[in-house]
């Protein structure tokens, strides 16, 4: 604890320089607030990326061989009839070409029935022909739209991967490059294709990474109404409970000079905002009008009790400095923590929200008394014409909580939710059941376009598996081709998996049709020179899709598995299956190198996540309780205030799993985060039983007057916390309302183990205070 002369020098130093202090602050924010205009709101794919995973590595290297696994897909579906008729089959045409000239996607990564990069084999007296579907010439009459039929069903490699298997749907599939992605143009790119293409008879969906953004993106406009309606009812709470404008601007100044500085933070750190930590600002600026109405609330207090304004300053900020300084130590240091997670995205969010959390130092503790000395003193309180009352009514509920034997019912309670709620929540998953399911409610047209792709098509997901050969045209070797044809093989046996394609599947294909389609001759030819020739045939003369499983020096191939379902366990069972079989290969003719594709992606980010978060849990807990104990010199203290946050933390990951709330890269800071900065109420509450043991003559009447004093103001600091993020409920983007109502629930466990659980295991274990 900080010496109260300290304190009260500190405070009566704010007063006599109240001018020059108030001045340098200003000059800080101002320079804070014209950094601020250089924030931009965007979302970087790379920032995503663990980058020294393993799997990212491969990601980086083969990415400009193999193509990203950044791809938007644009299905075109009919509604009536199927899609082999002149109609359909010139319009996909002009969506592929549409896509082709669109900014930022990558040349050699077009895929559809109508691009010449997707070939059909077509036999030939003596020879064989291998052409684009039916570029260049679109289908004008039935009987090229039939045409174009045959040489799809003729490929396996077609139909079902660029044709729905009902023949209901055709796709494009478009890659991005990640650091060209702009989505604002993505998004009126698409808006205008579909006033080009959607008529009666056909309809555009689009799925995929980079429309995913694109959707989150377009939620942004939200926040201006979600911001003015949370202001607004902040702004009456404060005015009811003060019965005073001073009271409503004077926090309101604190959360929005937080911000300032914070934001502002950011900028100069070259940070961008991402839409979906976009609830984390509003979640911190809430905490700093927690801090605000705390300090307010005391000095009201102290003000009815001396009399005398500055006296009044003093005495509160006195008490409340001890506080007030261990929990923004504390939630600066537990959001700082998140930043071990080695994830772009999340180490930024980390820095500066924790910048910001240390700013409510000057905020609040600095600014407020100077401000209060400047305006006039409270009034008398008037509980008839305020909601105060109602605040001194449920506070005596929560008082009687405590008294007598209930205190053994609430340790009881206690004991039974610290053993069933961990039960519940370790069954927490990590990872997306699907991209858009964790960020967008079932029904947004993202979701129905990814549906559709997995429902009719052979999968909307890929791990790509890279076969080394060790040197220059080593794939061609027989032997290297009945390996892969092998492990295509096994990948089809994966559970979720659709199809595997490969460099073999081209061979075996083209060796069929030159034979009269004879099915015997579906195999790889012993001699080299026919491989060859083959290969040469429909990766080079054809202009195919060779270039996608085969580099230029053909020493790499790669193996595509699709898959329909997606899921962490899925994504992780389908690698392990892939390496059990390389592991069994051990010395053989290639080596295969892990993982690519999005489920190579998606598995590195899920593991980081997964160990970084629990990580995080027993980093944050260690740091709230060395706080703790730093701050009030009792382990016996830091564990039982440390109590209700652990509990907190077990109920947020229940409800977690009760709503479906997957742990990903988005949600993993929000969490985290509020397993550290519910542990104020409890700091406050204990302080405040500090300074009422000195003044009652047992422990259990100074537990119950802390309650009836600090617990009225912990209680309508709650109401603020939950007002400050409870709006994102109203969010048409799933994630934010499912993160709002996550750290509203967060507050409100906390609260409760603020107010109930610590009151009673202080008069259960009896500690010295």
Known sequence: MFPQRWIQAYLRFLLRHRLGVALAVAILTAGFGVALGGLRLHTDFLEFYPPRHPYIAFYQRFRGMF?????????????????????????????????????????????????PAVNGVVPRPGAIQVRPIYYPRVPQ?????????????????????????????????????????????????????????????????????????TCVLQYADQLVPIFALTVGVLSLLLYAYFSTWTGVLVPLFSGVLSSVWGL???????????????????????????????????????????????????????????????????????????????IPVIQKVALFASFWIVSIFVSVVTLHPIILSHVGPPPRRRPWRSTERFYEILTAAVVAST??????????????????LPLYGWRLQVGDMTPGAALLFPDHPYNVGYQILNDRFLGASQLIVVADSGRIDGVKDEAVLHELEEFAAHMETTPGAAASLSLVEIVKQVSRTLH??????????????????????????????????????????????????????????????????????????VEYLFAGGIFGILAAVNEVVESSYWFNLVLIFAIVGLCLWLTYGSLVAALILLVPVVLAQFAAEAFMVWFHIDLNVNSLPIAAAGAGVGVDYGIYHFSRMLDAV????????????????????????????????????????KFQAEMGLLLTLLMVFNCVGGLVVVPALVKTIRPRL
């Open 67 to 115: 193509g990203t696994a950044n791809v938007m897909s644009v299905i075109l579906e009919v509604k009536r009839g199927d899609v082999f008729n002149p109609a359909t089959l010139q319009k996909l045409d002009r969506i592929t070409r549409f896509l082709v000239f669109s900014k930022g996607v990558v040349p050699y990564q077009i895929f559809s029935i109508a691009h």
């Open 141 to 213: 009459t039935q009987a090229e739209a039939d045409a174009a039929r045959f040489a799809v069903y003729s490929n396996p490699a077609v139909r079902g991967v660029y044709v729905a298997r009902d023949d209901s749907a055709l796709v494009v599939h478009a890659a991005f490059w990640e650091e060209s992605l702009d989505f604002r143009y993505l998004n009126e790119r698409i808006a205008e294709l579909r006033r080009l293409e959607e008529d009666d008879n056909h309809q555009i969906h689009v799925t995929g990474f980079p429309w995913l953004y």
């Open 264 to 342: 502002g933070m950011a900028a100069l750190l070259g940070f961008t905002l991402d839409p979906l930590v976009l609830v984390i600002p509003l979640f911190l600026t809430a905490r700093a009008l927690s801090h605000s109405v705390q300090s307010m609330d005391r000095y009201h207090e102290e003000y009815e009790r001396l009399g005398e304004r500055d006296a009044a300053i003093v005495e509160s900020y006195a008490h409340l400095f001890p506080p007030a300084i261990a929990s923004i130590v504390t939630d600066g240091l537990t959001l700082l923590v998140v930043a071990v997670a080695p």
């Open 403 to 420: 008294r007598g034997r209930r205190r053994w019912l609430v340790v009881a309670l206690t004991a039974v939710a610290a053993v069933v």
């Open 516 to 589: 009269d389609g004879d099915p015997k001759w579906s195999t790889v030819p012993v001699d080299l020179n026919t491989r060859n020739e083959l290969l040469f045939a429909f990766t080079y003369v054809g202009q195919g899709r060779g270039e996608l499983f085969m580099d230029d020096t053909a020493r790499y191939t790669s193996v595509v598995t699709l898959f329909h379902a997606h899921s962490n366990a899925i994504i992780a069972a389908a690698i392990e299956w892939a390496r059990e079989f390389a592991a069994g290969r051990n010395g053989g003719p």
């Open 694 to 733: 000195r003044e009652e003559s047992s422990l259990d009447d100074a537990v119950d007057h802390a309650t009836a004093t600090t617990g009225k103001a912990i209680l309508f600091t709650a109401t603020t916390m939950i007002a400050g993020t409870a709006f994102w409920w109203l969010s048409d983007l």
